[in-house]
Structures are given as C-alpha cells and as structure tokens.
C-alpha cells in the first residue's frame, strides 16, 4: 500500500503511483505508457470512443456505477484516488468477459483498433443498474431499433466509432447480452461506495493540478491565482490540450465539489448543481423536465455525457452547446458564486460575445435553477449532418404556453445562428397573443427565419440554417396539432 | 472444375469462423505497430513541421531554435537524405519539398525524446516562404488546364453518330467529393537500426515491399538492406497502400543518422491534412436512349481530382473508365479521363479504387433520366443489364451476365420489393411531411490488378518436425480477415484441422516482391500462392504416407490430421507421425508457393484487353425515410445479394459485404470533405479536419433492417477454392441509398419529377433537394449546368 498522500490511481485493482507525471498527460498516454495499450488513440478529442475505459463513479440507482469515459480527455490528475479499469482487466484472451466474448464470436470485430473502446463502452451498459430485459411476452414494447430486448440502450454505443463493420454485428451482440452472474466481480463492486474524492495537489515541472475539498476552498484558490484553469468533466479542456497544445500553469478540477453536485425541486424552481454530468441529470430528472428528456439523447454522445457537466456546457460559452438552447427556452437562471457571495444571472443575459459571459475571472457557476412550472408544449431541434453524436448546424429549444388556441407565454431558444447563444424575441413576440394556427405559425416561422446571424461553414450553408430556424417551429406545430397521417 | 477451385470433402474453408485475432482484438491484447514502442528503449518520436500555405516557395529554413527546446535530438531536413529525396513512385513527391504544394505539407521532422519536446522543436523551427497562386478546386484545375499524367480515353462504336439518332437524348454536369479513409489507426512507422545499419521498419502499411523500397531508395541502400514488417492494422481501405512509404522512410532515415528507434505516429489532425483520400471526380455526360429506354450512347469526360502529386490517379482514373458501364450494355460509348493537379493532398486509392466514381456517374444519370423517360428506375435498370456474350467497351466478356440477374430477382424476391414500393406510395400519398423511397442497384466490379504485373503473390510454408504448421504470405492484415481466410487455405490445402497452423507476421525478408494487399485481391492472390506452397510440401507427403500405409501414394488421403487410404482396410496414420518419419527420410518440410494469375492482359495506351479474372457481383435494394422539414432521413431496411463465389469463410465475406456498403453509405450522404476555397487567409486548408467536423457513420446510420445474403453455388472456376473477392465490390451497393433518397426527395414533387441530388447527400443536401422538387417550378433559368436538360427530343 502506498502512502494515501501520494497521488496514485487503481488501474485493473493495482494501484499505481501518478509521482512525477507531468499534470497535462491524458489518460490514455499514461495507461498506454504503463504497457495497457488495449485504449487507443484514434482522434484525441472524444469522438470515436477508441479510448474508452471504466471508471468506478457515483451512482444514481447503485452506490458505484461503472461509467464508461474517453480517456483521452481526462488528465490522469484528475483520477487521483479513483478506480479505472480496461478491457485487458476485463477478460483476457483465455478468460473473456461476456461482452468481450459476444463480439469476438459474432464479427463484432474486424480490425480490431476500436473494439476495445467498444468493450468498455459496452461493458458500461451490461452493468447498467436500471438496465432491464424486456419481459419476454413482451410485444417489442421497450425493443426498437434503439433498445435490444435485453433493455441495452444502443445510445451507450454513439461514442464509438466502427470504420469497418457497419455495426451490424456490433450491435447483434449488444441484443445477445444476458445479465451478470451472481460471482460478477465488477456487478459486486458496484454495491460498495465508489471511491471518494480525494484533494489532490500535484506539481510537477512547475504545473500544477489542484482538486479542492470545499466550494469555498475551490473560490479561494481562484481568487488568489485568476489564471487558472477550471475543469470539470474536461471534456473541452482534454480537446484544447490535445489538438491545440494549450498548457496550464494551474488546472483546478471541480467536478466533485458537493456543493455543486446537488439536484432539488424546490418551491417555484429546479435546482441542478453545475457538477452534475449530463448522465446524472438524465436519471436524477428521469423526465420530469421534459424539454431536457428530449435533449439528453441529443447532446454528444454516452460516453461524453458521462463526463460533461451542465455548468461546463454554459461554462464554455460556445454558440454550438447544445444545453443553451434547451436552458433559454426554460428560462433559466445561472447561480454564480464568488468569495463575495452569490448572484443569480438570466441565462439569456449570461453571455455577452464570443466565447465570453459576465462571469469574473474568481466566480464559479454554482447551479442552474429553472423556474416552475414548467411551460406545456416544448420541443429541442437539433440540426446535425449525423443523428446520433454531432455538433448542431443550428439548434432551437421551445417552451410555449397555449391557453384557448392562443399563444400566451413562448420563450425560444438558438444555438449555433449567431455568436452566443441567444433568445428569438422577434419571434416570441410574432407568436404571443396571437392563435396557434397554422397561419399564424408560419408567419412567426418566417420571422424566426432571420433570427440571428447565421454563417456558412463546413457543417451547414447559412441559408440552410436559416431556412431550419423557419422549419423547426413549422415541424413543432406539426408534431402538436396534426396526426402526421392524413386520409388516403 | 479446375485445380485451383475445387475443394477437397470436408474443407476448413467455407466454414464460418469469427475474425483470427478476435480474441485479442476484444482484451485489447493484438499488438500494432504503435503498440510496440513502450516494449523498446530510447525510442524517439517524430512531429512534422507543416506550412501553413497552400502553394509557397520554401525560401529560407532554419531549425536552430528547435535545438534549444529541451529534448530536441534532430531536424531531419533534405540535406540529411543520402539516397534519393522522393517518397513516391512517380519520383514527384519530394519528401522534403522546397516548394510546397498543399496547406499543412511537412518541410522537416523534428525528432525529441518525447513527443512533447518534438512538437515544441517543431513550433521553433523557422521557415521563410513565399507564397504563390493556388488552384484549390478540380473546376479551377480545369479552368487552368492545370493536368497530370497521361490522359485516357474508351470508346467503342461511334457514340457521336448514335447520340445524333437517339430517340431521347440527355446531358448534365456531375461533380462529386472525395472521402477521406478515416481508418482508426492513423500512418505509423516504428525503425530500428540493427548491426551493419540495416534498418527494419515496422509499418502499418498494406504494401509492405514497396515501403522496402522507398526505404531503400531514401537511404540509398539496396532493398536487402531494409525489412518491412507489418503486425496487422487498424484500418487501411487503401490509404495504406502508397501513403506509408514516406514516413517510414522519415523513421528509417532518424533511425540510421541517431542509432536510436524512431517513432512516427501521426495524430488524426496531422494524418488528415497529410495524407491523401479518394479521389473526388467532376463529370460532363451526354447519354441517348432509345423509345424503350435502352442506353444507345454514353459521352462522358472524367475529371480526377489527383491533388498536388500523382500518386495512384492513373490506375485510379483507368478503373474509373472501366467501371463507368457498371453493369450496363451500352453499346456506342467515348469516356476521356484526365487527372487535375489541384494543390490539396495527393488524392489515393481508396475501397474502389475509381470504380465507384466511374459507376456513380452512371447510377447518377439513371437516376436522373428514369422519370424524364417516364420509366420506373428499377426497370430501367434491369432493362440494361448485360446480356450473356456481351462484352465491356474495353473488350471483356461479360461471362457471368446470369449472376447479376440472378441477384437481382432474389434481392427484389426477398426484399419484397414490389408489395414494399406499394405500401411506400400509399405511405407517401397519406404523409405530407415523410417521403419515403426505394431503389435497387446493382455492381459488377472487376477482380484483378489493371496492371497485369501485379497479379503475382508468394507464401512461404513450413511444417516442423513436431507438425506444427506456420505460413507466411505477402498479404497484410487489415481488419479484412485475410489471415482468417490464409489459415483455412492451408488447413484446408494440407489436410488439418485450423488449430495445427499459425501464421506469422508479414515481413519482407519472408515473400519478397509482394504485390500491395488491394485491388479486392488478397484472398486470391495469396491463397493461391499457399495452396500452391501446401500442395508441393504435401505432394512429399504422400509418398512417404503411401510407404508408411504400404499403398499407392495416389491413393493416400489426409484430412483432419488422419492419413489414410481409399480403403479402410489399409489402415491409417497420425499427421505428426508422417512428418516425424519424413524428417528422418530427410523429405523437405518446407515449401515456397507461387501464384499468377493466368489470362490476363491489358493495353493501356487503348483501353483494350481482358484486365480481369472475373467480376464480382451484387445488387441491393435500400428503403429510405425522409423529413421534409429538414431532410434529415433514416435507412429503414437493406435487402442484399452478393457473389463471393463459394465463400472461403462466410462470417468474414459478410463482415466485407455490410463493412463497405456501409462505408459506401457514407461516401454518398454524410461524409463531407470540405477545402476552404475562399480567397482568404486560409484559402486551400482542409476544414474538416478532425472527427468532430468529418463525420464518419456512426451506430445511427446502419441500417435498422439490414439483411445480407450471399449469392449460394456460385462455383467460381478460376479462383482458389471457387471463391471470389469481396473487399471492395460491396462499397458500391451503397448507391442504393443515394437513389432511395432521389426517389424519395422526388416524391415530395409531382409525378414524374427528376430530382438533381449533391453528393454526398447530406439531409442539407436533400433538403434542397426535396425542397425544390415541392416548390412549383419557374421556367428554367439559362444556366442550368448541373441539371440534366432534354438536348434533342425526336
């Protein structure tokens, strides 16, 4: 046993000391150079999930759940204390784990680079808690092209990416998954407490990596030191790291502060902490926030969402997150908290250009609240080039309130038309007081269609983004008044 | 049947097994090359310096400054190289350029201890240009009359004359993009010197011998001097098959001048903007049609987008022309085809190898023409078909005109393809917003190198004395389940079960001269030459088993390790104990085999010969939905009939056959490689150049029905085991989908609407599509160039 202070990690139950690493080193470079070479690096930037590998995490239905991550993002750092583990500690080639030994003997693989990041993807799912078999008279009510009648939710795969099988096989073995066996090591682990968050501090060649114990410790070290970096799910940051060379004197992870790991009704809003990764607010809301229930399956893809954080996601301030969008149209609050208190700021006043909010340099985005109750008739609309896994041409988030036929309350929400995310006023205003009528919607629709500045880029042309802003609200008023299916 | 097809009883081959190293792909324990850099010491990693201009001189170069940056060892410039400064075989890709020819072209490698202390000496180092014009785009390429190469032409009958007298007569303007190969692992190349500078380069290359040879001429040392050794790969589709040989001479060349391992591992960004991808093809056609819809005439001229270098364009752009046809009679025709030197990467082979552009300009305007002719697709196409003893515009029978059609009837039999299109049209009458379409398409793809010298394989086989079996063949592993196949070849070919033989890694010093593992031929090729290797070394056998069993070694027989005679009362005798007695008759145990593929020959200065052993064949049938808010679309079921022949190992032929049409799917719709063709500051940079912008498909785009047959007694005569190829010929079924998504956009249009679809389709491509077929049309606009316009109606 080494000494609880040293900075170290289990990898596949041994534990190995994080001394002397250089605190910007992924992951995956740090397994990789350790002889684990099953992760591989296939793009570095958490799109192709070749690099997934289990991590022991809190859970929401069981005290450990083995959440599956791209370990090219995460800094080993930020594993201090923490469980890992790859498909070697899995099964080996004479002892298969049971995911690993249903895509071996269905094709799952052909050249193999990305299938252990499969394994691990999918091993995450064959653990799942809440993951149910359909019961078997079932009438294919739970089993869609989606859901394997096994309760595997295929959406555990839209991290990782297959240039050679078509998925096919892939997703065969997925649907032949039965459940653990009672003797499963890894079902075992997940009953106990996963491991806590230990504070870290390590320095190494004058870069230093800081995990704080407190909110206000995590304030305090802001405020003294304004260049530092804050992390959370790192999910950004691993992406700056890798493909543009960034380096930072001081990374501060802030992922597991309990302050911001908290989710609560309360009277007249939602609390969400900023912590909370997309994957535990999806089970946490179970979908109670509706709006959110249809953005979760469109946010990225599994194996990001088990990182990513919703303070993160605002955080970064880009004009293509897909939570801005959904988070305007609830008209959400950010709940800032500095060593001088806290403020509580509209989201739709939070960010003020490119990339930049009112946030200070020393404030920390505590929570978002959503006021209650929740408007009626919502919808997300995520334009993509690619269904599961992409970043939005243009996104739109509704929240409408219709009483009597006419429109009384509509918050719209952009992503991905101008430089921040932003509200469609003109819109909302071309909508409120007047009937929801096909008529009327489309003269709203052709109002919402020069909403913002759209561009041209290599995702989409601006007046495809254009003509889409005009679209969405024409297919929402579609989906909530007409049967799709008209007499033949 | 001939020798080289027929199967003994009880083969090994036509058993479906999962991939060799399944196993050891799913525990994360195969090895690739960069997996073997933590089991070496001292190893040094290799970072490029790349330019950040389209086209510039390099006018000034100066790497002190990266010697400053702690764990810097070396800047490999052009003055470094003893041999010959070219990475290709054209001898036009210096590998260290004065000039350069695209954004991101590497100037000097920069070699550190680590891969940090290279990538910071790379940002030192200091590099002057001076920037020139650029021609980005293949239109301005041939604005510029900016070509490479040697231009090609197929004609056949007088497609002039007949386009004059064709009852319907049709032209258009057709360009297409490219596709970048994306396979998991990116270029690596792993070089260990050893005594004597012999270098051996562990490289995740499909065309081991010739990275040998780069090697050796960068080096300037003779080919004994270097070994090439490949593992296996993550992924290739023919991006490794010219493209590694440049930095594995980059490692080799660090390598000799520190005495230390040197490691070049490009990351995705570089290996994107580096390395090159399919071509992508501007096309201009003229196409005559008779009253019944029959092709009278094809004029067409084919554009290759080649890039900077040649590279492989000219066989690219010659398969192109030999597959415009796909599986059509057109009995008067005239293609030319030329290869545009545009300043991007040096554009390669790719899954197809040209044969998908070629077919997709024909599949293209079918598409488009059916609805002008007022004739359904699907019968459209089958009215074309080839008929048995008709030959291709270059002079080849087509032998097995039969199969195709066979594949199409059991494709629209099985797919119930008739009920489905039914219950489309009423779907499509009761949905104003969803449209939803079906097509059916068929492939005929050529099986044999066009160049005729490449169509030779080696194996090398031992049996040792404790009869275990290790083969060695020229082909390299690349996800397409070679191995698997080259071990049931010999197992099969000796007699024994699969667990007796191993295969070792593919290396140089083991077959030399190995023909690039490509062209669909690896299976052929190398099985032969195994087969062949087997066969001497079990010619020996018998006769010591005849003795052993005291019967005529014509009569012995040995299958599943057991050596017996005709007759049961002879006896029989254990596999290892036949070896064993062989040994101490001093019989050899050991083989080398050989294989070339007889009857073939091609004149390419005319386009004429019989360049191929045999077409492989397949037809799809492909259902689509479509969105008309914002065409977005789903594949909701796939109906597949291919020809392997009789199928050396079933499970792997299916893997190739879903594998590639889904691949194909995504050249055609999602994939989208877009070059900044502005005049701006980044005019000429590749935009999509990671994998959140260049989007692959991914578990959303598979078919949710997706049914996959191969064709049964498909004996083929001249191929190992009756088998045919299969690594490419199912990339283009994908066609398939693009035409479901034509006929789906058009749906949302008036009866009869002909429907102009970008390539890929992506749903912003479709929905301006879609959106124009819906919207009443205005009077056509003059300038209608991309549009298929009636040119002579009589």
């Known amino acids: 046993m080494t000494d609880p202070s040293t900075p170290c990690v289990t990898v596949n139950g041994d534990q190995v000391s994080l001394t002397g690493v250089a605190t910007h080193t992924t992951t995956l470079d740090w397994l990789r150079n350790r002889g684990l070479t099953g992760a591989k690096e296939g793009c570095a930037e958490g799109e192709c999930g070749a690099c997934s590998v289990l991590v022991a995490r809190p859970g929401t239905t069981s005290p450990t759940e083995w959440t599956s991550v791209n370990a090219c993002l995460v800094p080993v750092a930020a594993l201090d204390g923490q469980e890992v583990v790859t498909s070697e500690g899995l099964g080996t080639s004479t002892d298969l784990h049971p995911v690993q030994q249903e895509l071996a003997v269905r094709g799952g693989s052909q050249c193999g680079y990305c299938t252990p990041g499969f394994v691990c993807s999918l091993a995450a799912e064959y653990y799942r808690p809440n993951r149910e078999p359909a019961p078997a008279d079932a009438d294919g009510a739970v089993c869609d092209h989606e859901h394997g009648p096994n309760g595997v939710d295929l959406h555990a795969l839209s991290g990782n990416l297959c240039r050679c099988t078509g998925y096919r096989p892939i997703r065969d073995a997925a649907y032949a998954l039965g459940t653990p066996e009672a003797d499963d090591a890894f079902a075992a682990r997940q009953q106990k407490p996963p491991p806590e968050a230990r504070p870290t501090r390590i320095a190494v060649d004058g870069a230093e990596f800081v995990r704080p114990q407190t909110l206000s410790e995590a304030l305090g070290l802001l405020a003294e030191r304004p260049e530092a970096q804050v992390v959370a799910g790192s999910t950004d940051w691993g992406v700056e790291v890798n493909i543009r060379g960034r380096r930072a004197p001081l990374v501060v992870a802030i992922d597991r502060l309990p302050e911001l790991r908290e989710l609560s009704f309360r009277t007249g809003h939602v609390e969400i902490g900023a912590a909370l990764t997309l994957t535990e607010i999806e089970r946490k809301l179970n979908g109670r926030v509706p709006l959110l229930a249809e953005l979760f399956p469109q946010f990225a893809s599994r194996l990001i969402r088990n990182s990513a954080t919703i303070g993160g996601n605002i955080g970064t301030a880009s004009p293509i997150g897909d939570a801005p969008p959904a988070l305007l149209a609830l008209d959400a609050e950010v709940v800032l908290a500095s060593p001088r208190g806290e403020r509580v700021v509209p989201l739709a006043d939070y960010f003020t250009g490119y990339r930049e909010t009112v946030r200070a340099a020393d404030e920390l985005i505590r929570s978002v609240r959503l006021p209650l109750p929740l408007a009626p008739l919502v919808g997300f609309h995520k334009i993509a080039k690619r269904r599961f896994d992409d970043i939005s041409s243009v996104a739109v988030g509704y929240a409408l309130e219709i009483a009597d036929g006419t429109v009384v309350r509509a918050r719209i929400g952009l992503g991905g038309v101008a430089a921040t995310p932003l509200r469609a006023v003109a819109t909302e205003d071309a909508l409120v007081g007047r009937p929801w009528t096909e008529e009327s919607v489309r003269r709203a629709a052709s109002v919402l269609t020069t909403e913002g500045t759209p561009m041209d880029d290599h995702r989409a042309s601006a007046s495809y983004r254009s003509a889409m802003l005009g679209q969405s609200l024409l297919r929402l008023f579609h989906a909530h008044t007409h049967r799709e299916e008209v007499p033949a | ?794």
């Open chain 2, 1 to 794: 049947m001939s020798a080289l097809s027929q199967r003994p009883d009880n083969p090994v081959v036509g058993i479906p097994l999962p991939h060799e190293s399944a196993t050891l792909h799913v525990t994360g324990e195969a090895l690739y090359t960069d997996d073997l850099v933590g089991r070496l010491t001292g190893a040094l990693h290799a970072w490029p310096v790349q330019a950040p201009h389209t086209h510039a001189l390099v006018t000034s170069l100066r790497p002190e400054k990266a010697y400053e940056v702690p764990g810097v060892v070396r800047v490999l410039t052009a003055e470094d190289v003893p041999g010959i400064n070219d990475a290709g075989v054209k001898h036009d890709e210096p590998l260290f350029p004065t000039e350069v020819m695209f954004h991101g072209h590497a100037v000097c490698w920069v070699l550190g201890e680590t891969l940090e202390a290279a990538r910071l000496g790379a940002a030192a180092v200091e590099v002057d240009y001076e920037p020139l014009p650029s021609l980005v785009t293949v239109q301005e390429a041939i604005a510029a009359e900016s070509f490479q190469g040697t231009p090609r032409s197929l004609s056949r009958g007088d497609a002039g004359a007949a386009l004059k007298d064709a009852a319907h007569v049709f032209e258009g303007e057709f360009e297409f993009a490219g596709q970048e190969h994306f396979y998991l692992e990116t270029h690596v190349s792993l070089a260990l010197v050893d005594e004597g500078g012999q270098v051996l380069v562990h490289s995740s290359t499909q065309h081991p011998s010739e990275t040998q040879e780069i090697v050796g001429h960068v080096l300037g040392v003779p080919s004994h001097e270097v070994t090439v050794q490949c593992l296996r790969m993550g992924g290739a589709f023919g991006g490794k098959e010219m493209q590694p040989h440049g930095y594995a001479a980059i490692a080799a060349l660090g390598a000799r001048l520190t005495g230390r391992p040197v490691r070049l591992r490009l990351n995705r960004t570089q290996d994107i903007t580096l390395s090159g991808k399919r071509h992508g093809f501007h096309s201009t056609w003229r196409a005559g049609f008779d009253d019944d819809g029959h092709i009278v005439a094809l004029e067409a001229t084919l554009t290759a987008d080649g890039g900077w270098s040649l590279d492989l364009s000219e066989p690219v752009l010659a398969r192109a022309l030999c597959h415009i046809d796909n599986a059509y009679w057109v009995p008067n025709i005239r293609v030319d085809g030329r290869v545009a030197r545009t300043n991007k990467t040096s554009q390669t082979a790719f899954r197809g190898f040209g044969g998908p552009q070629g077919m997709l300009v024909m599949e293209d305007l079918l598409g488009r023409c059916a609805p002008l002719l007022g004739i359904d697709p699907i019968e459209l196409r089958r009215r074309n078909f080839y008929q048995q003893g008709q030959t291709t515009p270059y002079g080849q029978e087509v032998r097995q005109a039969d199969r195709l059609a066979a594949c199409w009837d059991q494709v629209a039999a099985s797919g119930e393809v008739a009920r489905r299109r039914a219950e489309i049209a009423d779907f499509n009458r009761r949905h104003p917003h969803t449209k939803r379409g079906l097509a059916m398409t068929p492939v005929k793809f050529g099986i044999s190198f066009n160049l005729t010298a490449f169509n030779q394989a080696g194996a090398l086989v031992h049996v040792y004395k404790d009869g275990s079996v290790l083969i060695n063949h020229g082909g390299t592993e690349m996800g397409q389940g070679l191995h698997t196949k080259m071990l049931q070849v010999a197992a099969t070919a000796l007699g024994l079960p699969l667990s007796r033989v191993r295969l070792a890694p593919t290396r140089t010093d083991k077959v030399p001269n190995t023909s690039a593992t490509a062209a669909s031929s690896g299976a052929d090729l190398n099985g032969a030459a195994i087969k062949n290797a087997c066969e001497q070394i079990r010619e020996r056998l018998v006769q010591v088993g005849g003795g052993m069993l005291g019967i005529s070694p014509h009569d012995v027989r040995i299958e599943d390790g057991v050596v017996r005679g005709l007759s049961p009362a002879s006896g029989e005798v254990g596999w290892n104990e036949l070896v064993n007695t062989a040994y101490h008759q001093r019989v050899q145990l050991w083989a080398a085999g050989f294989y070339r593929t007889e009857g073939l020959h091609w004149d390419p200065t005319v386009m004429q010969g019989e360049p191929f052993k045999y077409f492989a064949n397949g037809v799809a049938a492909s259902e689509v939905e479509v969105d008309g808010f914002t065409g977005a679309y789903t594949l909701r079921r796939v109906d597949i009939v291919h020809d392997v022949g009789d199928s050396l190992s079933p499970l792997i032929d299916i893997g190739q056959i879903e594998g590639g049409f889904v691949q194909g799917a995504g050249w055609l719709t999602l994939e989208d490689l877009r070059w900044d063709t502005s005049d701006g500051p980044h005019r000429g940079r590749l935009a999509t150049q990671a994998a959140s912008t260049y989007k692959l498909p991914s578990f959303s785009e598979m078919p949710e029905d997706f049914r996959v047959k191969l064709l049964e007694k498909a004996h083929e005569e001249g191929a190992v085991y009756g088998s045919k190829a299969v690594g490419e010929p199912p990339l283009m079924l994908a066609f398939s989908v693009r035409e479901a998504l034509r006929e789906a956009a058009a749906a949302f249009g008036p009866s009869g609407t002909s429907v102009d679809l970008a390539s890929p389709a992506t749903p912003e491509a479709v929905y301006w599509a879609l959106d124009k077929a819906r919207t009443p049309q205005a009077p056509e606009p003059s300038d209608t160039g991309a549009e298929p316009v009636m040119a002579g109606e009589r």
